[in-house]
């Protein structure tokens, strides 16, 4: 249902972009024929300027309809960025006719200006066709300009911005048929060569639209981007939760339509479900600053220097499928060395596990340098969980070695849910343990490690040992 929604979005501007198209190439051919026309009638070199420059309009109108009908092609193996790129092809040609016609005035006007004897035959039709233009300009400008921002197309504005400057040029050409006849009128020669002045002004006028839709097709075809946008697209991104930095951003227009690639840094322990979803939201930022954005991002976990040298040291056992914990790091006479636990599989023979070990600290010392010595301990870690038949075993002795270990000071830990069993020639113990709610988890933590060191030194013949800590209740 999206897709069919968005083809029939995609061929409705399509038929939009055509519609004023053709109604802007059908009022530059009227135009053109008008002044020509008019100009030849009257001998006016600013309505022969307008007719030359309403000329290469009408070729520019055909070029931006041939353009808007290729951009509104689908993507293909050919051009896998779609056909965007023809509309500013057009714009970048109008630029050339433009630039062209100027050139073409600027010799005219200074031919008649070194000859005086030319003169102006003025007559109602050549400021009937001139006002008719400026009525008829305005129009076309405002219909292309409403739908280039409704469809971001930039051959539509490019014509738009063209056929707004012929307005200011119609204005100057009827200014210096106003001043011709003035100086017939009240016998004031100054003002004869006010035509051939109009003219001049009309090839200024296009000379500086031209540059500047020059410079804006120029960037189009080189992919330059405004700076702010492309900062504007890096903050939103970088503003989504999950997201540790926003290392490149790339982005390029071809006609309507705005591409994006995106990069972006996450934390190596987040999943990789949660990694697209971090990339999804982004795009859908980046969406509120460039709406219907085509937006490709990727997510690459953080560089390893970034982190801390315990998760450094985790992720580099998990690359291996490893697991660390018990990781110390200890710093003596100017020299550090690591002390860790490696969890390996089981069914690994005692030479396999050590080469995985050996690969793994070697990992370590690229990855942590400045490190003098590491000792991994190795410890197995089942596949699958075990399942043992137990029965229930008498728990006395347990509970005296603990009470024995606090001293019989009830107030330091409270012990519930004691469970002491009989399993494979072992006796299992565990319980939970309440304490102080205010004692830091890694002193809980060394407290449990000593108690389960008492249980086992005067409990014989003891297995496992699991004690859950949590928090005494009412305080």
């Known amino acids: 249902m999206a897709n069919s929604a968005t083809s029939s979005t995609r061929e409705e501007a399509t038929r939009e972009k055509l519609r004023v198209a053709v109604s802007s190439l059908l009022a530059a051919t009227v135009l053109t024929v008008l002044k020509l026309v008019v100009g030849i009638e009257t001998n006016s070199l600013g309505i022969l300027a307008e007719a030359a420059h309403s000329s290469l309009d009408l070729l520019a109108a055909g070029v931006t309809l041939w353009a808007v009908y290729m951009s509104s092609r689908p993507a293909d193996h050919k051009q896998t960025y779609g056909y965007g790129k023809f509309e500013t092809l057009s714009a970048l040609f109008e630029t050339l006719l433009l630039l062209v016609t100027c050139i073409w005035i600027v010799y005219e006007a200074s031919h008649r200006l070194l000859l005086p004897e030319i003169k102006v035959d003025l007559s109602v039709w050549a400021f009937l066709v001139v006002i008719l233009s400026i009525v008829v300009d305005y129009s076309r400008s405002r219909a292309l300009l409403r739908v280039a921002k409704k469809y971001q197309s930039q051959a539509l504005e490019a014509d738009a911005l063209h056929f707004s400057t012929d307005i200011w040029s119609s204005c100057v050409v009827l200014f210096g048929l106003f001043c011709v006849g003035a100086e017939r009128f009240f016998n004031l020669p100054w003002l004869a060569s006010a035509d051939t002045i109009a003219a001049l002004a009309v090839a200024g006028i296009v000379v500086w639209v031209s ?26 991104a ?44 982004a795009a859908e930022a980046v969406r509120t600053i460039v709406p219907d954005a085509d937006v490709v991002v990727h997510a690459e976990p953080l560089a390893l220097s970034d982190h801390d040298i315990t998760t450094q040291i985790r992720i580099l056992a998990a690359r291996r499928g490893l697991g660390a914990h018990a990781i110390r790091l200890f710093e003596e006479n100017s020299q550090r060395w690591l002390q860790l636990h490696l969890e390996v599989p089981e069914s690994l023979t005692l030479e396999e596990a050590h080469r995985h070990a050996t690969s793994f600290e070697n990992d370590v010392r690229a990855g942590v340098p400045g490190l003098t010595r590491i000792v991994s301990h190795l410890e197995p870690v089942g596949d699958h969980t075990a399942i043992l038949q137990a029965e229930p075993a008498d728990a006395a002795e347990v509970l005296a070695a ?32 309440r304490l102080d709610p205010q004692m830091l988890i890694g002193d809980a933590h060394d407290l449990t490690v000593a108690l389960e060191a008492h249980i086992r030194a005067h409990v014989a013949n003891v297995g496992r040992v699991v004690i859950h800590v949590e928090p005494r209740k009412g305080e």
Do not use: W, Y
């Open 211 to 236: 540059l500047k839709l020059g410079k804006k097709s120029v960037d189009d075809l080189l992919d330059r981007i405004p700076k702010d946008l492309r900062d504007k697209v890096a903050l939103v």
């Open 238 to 281: 970088g503003e989504v939760d999950g997201v540790r930095a926003v290392t490149k951003v790339r982005m390029r227009r071809a006609g309507s339509e705005v591409f994006a690639d995106i990069t972006l840094s996450v934390g190596h322990t987040i999943s990789f479900e949660r990694a697209h979803e971090i990339a999804d939201e």
């Open 402 to 433: 603990v009470d024995k270990f606090f001293h019989g000071d009830a107030s330091i830990a409270q012990l519930h849910n004691v469970k002491v069993q009989r399993a494979g020639g072992q006796t299992h113990v565990s319980f939970h343990c």
